[in-house]
């Protein structure tokens, strides 16, 4: 199974950008559609950003289009989450997830197999 390691996150201050990264290992990442979820304390996980195993479909939620990009390099078995305009409301553990099966990465916590640790981002106002 693909374990994953998020890394990037901080504290910034509203407007500013952060890009989280996750590495996937014993596994090769092209296998999997991946996705970036995130938890605010007393918030349950929502889904933030989602990319096919090429790398050429994205979805995310309307909540970050336009300030977030999603993007994935197999060769380095590597996936990124470019943060730019941050507002407090970003403010969140950001976690990297893995999806074994084809297709359109889903919103659906529960249809992803593998997580990572996570990596918490603070955005002040």
């Known amino acids: 199974q693909v374990q994953l390691v998020e890394s990037g996150g901080g504290l910034v201050q509203a407007g500013d950008s952060l890009r989280l990264s996750c590495a996937a290992s014993?596994?090769?990442?092209?296998?999997?559609?991946m996705a970036w979820f995130r938890q605010a304390p007393g918030k349950e996980r929502e889904f933030v950003a989602g990319i096919t195993q090429s790398g050429y479909n994205t979805v995310y939620a309307d909540s970050v289009k336009g300030r977030f990009t999603i993007s994935r390099d197999n060769t380095k078995n590597m996936m990124y989450l470019q943060m730019n305009n941050l507002k407090p409301e970003d403010t969140a553990v950001y976690y990297c997830a893995a999806d074994s099966r084809y297709g359109t990465p889903t919103m659906m916590v529960t249809r992803y197999d593998y997580w990572g640790q996570g990596t918490q981002v603070t955005v002040s106002s």
């Open positions: 014993r596994r090769p990442a092209s296998a999997y559609v």
